[in-house]
C-alpha cells in the first residue's frame, strides 16, 4: 500500500530507473502519466528535479536532496503500514540487516541471538551482500541497518559507528608463520595466498599494500566465500587474510587455524561501520539493536 502522493511515488521510480519508459513499465502507467506528474511537481516546487538526456534522466542537486526525503518517507510508511495492519506495538519489530560476508558469519547473527534472549518477539532479516549493496540498500529504505566495510567518508548514510579492524593472516597450526606476533606483506607474499576478488574493500587494500612494496603476487585461490578460505587453510593449501575481530573470534583452535596480525599502514584505511538512513527516525527494535552493535563493534577494539 502506498501513503505517498502520486507524484511523489513516480519521482521515485524516475529516480530509481534513470528513465521515464522503464519507470512506466516497473509501475504499470503510462509514459505520459509520468511525464505530466513530474512536471508538475517540478512546477509547483519551483526547481527542475532531472536533467533530461537523450537516454535517459538524472538528478538535479535539488532533485538528489528530495530523493533522501522521499526514501525516509517511504521507509517509515512501509513500518507503519506493516504496524497497523498487524496490529502491533511498539515492542513487535520486524529488522532487516544488510551486511558483508565478515559480519554475516558471527559478529551479526550473535548479536540477533544475543537480542532475542530479551525481545523473542522481534523477527530478523539478514541479507549477505557486498559492501556497497549493503550501504545502498540502507540508503534506499531497503534495509534498516548495514553493517559492512568502508573505505573513506559515507555521504549517502549515517554511519552510527566506525572502528578500524586489523587485518590478520589465519595459517595452520604448525606453519611456520604461526608463532609469531605479526607478519609484514613480503613475509605473506612469499606463500600461497587465498585472497579476495578485486573490488572488495580488503582486496584494493592489499593491492595498494603490494604496490608500494614493490612486490608481485598471484594467489593461489580467489574466492569471496569466508568458510571456502578457512577450508582452503585447514587443508594446507595456503594462508589467507581475514579482518581481525579481536575477542569476537571463537578459540582458534576450534577452528583448526592460527591468526597472525599482519602489519602495514595502508590496512588502516578500512573501517567497520554500523550504518542507518541519513535522518529516519528508526522503529524502537532497530534502535536498540543498532546500540548492541554498535557496543560490539567497540569493545572488539578494548
Known amino acids: 500500500m502506498q501513503l505517498m502522493p502520486v507524484s511523489l511515488a513516480y519521482f521515485l521510480e524516475v529516480a530509481r530507473t534513470g528513465a521515464v519508459s522503464e519507470a512506466a513499465q ?3 502507467v503510462a509514459p505520459s502519466a509520468i511525464s505530466r506528474q513530474i512536471a508538475k511537481l ?3 516546487i519551483g526547481v527542475p528535479l532531472f536533467v533530461r538526456h537523450p537516454r535517459g534522466m538524472t538528478l538535479t542537486d535539488a532533485g538528489s536532496r528530495l530523493l533522501a526525503h522521499v526514501r525516509r518517507s517511504e521507509a517509515e510508511s512501509s513500518a507503519l503500514v506493516t504496524e497497523l495492519r498487524t496490529g502491533s506495538g511498539a515492542d513487535v519489530r520486524n529488522v532487516t540487516v544488510a551486511c558483508s560476508e565478515g559480519f554475516a558469519r558471527r559478529l551479526v547473527p550473535r548479536a540477533m541471538a544475543t537480542f532475542r534472549r ?3 518477539d522481534v523477527t530478523f532479516r539478514l541479507d549477505r551482500v557486498p559492501h556497497q549493496e549493503a550501504t545502498r540498500r540502507v540508503a534506499e529504505g531497503i534495509a534498516d541497518i548495514a553493517v559492512t566495510y568502508a573505505m573513506g567518508p559515507q555521504h549517502d548514510v549515517r554511519v552510527e559507528c566506525a572502528v578500524v579492524v586489523p587485518m590478520a593472516a589465519i595459517v595452520p597450526p604448525g606453519h611456520e608463520l604461526a608463532d609469531r606476533e605479526r607478519v609484514g606483506l613480503a613475509e605473506l607474499c612469499a606463500h600461497p595466498l587465498a585472497m579476495a576478488p578485486a573490488g572488495t574493500t580488503q582486496r584494493d587494500l592489499f593491492d595498494i599494500g603490494v604496490q608500494l612494496e614493490g612486490l608481485a603476487v598471484r594467489p593461489a585461490l580467489v574466492c569471496d ?3 571456502s578460505k578457512y577450508e582452503f587453510v585447514r ?3 595456503g594462508i589467507a587474510l ?3 575481530l579481536g575477542d569476537l573470534h571463537p578459540d582458534p583452535a576450534a577452528e583448526g587455524v592460527v591468526y597472525v596480525p599482519l602489519d602495514h599502514p595502508v590496512f ?7 550504518q542507518t538512513m541519513l535522518g529516519r527516525r528508526l522503529p524502537w527494535a532497530a534502535t536498540q539493536f543498532v546500540g548492541l552493535l554498535v557496543s560490539l563493534l567497540r569493545r572488539s577494539q578494548a
Open 42 to 44: 517540478e512546477s509547483g
Open 242 to 244: 581475514v579482518g581481525d
Open 268 to 274: 588502516r584505511g578500512r573501517e567497520a561501520q554500523v
Open 26 to 28: 516497473r509501475l504499470r
Open 225 to 227: 566465500a569466508m568458510a
Open 118 to 120: 530479551d525481545h523473542a
Open 235 to 237: 587443508s594446507g593449501g
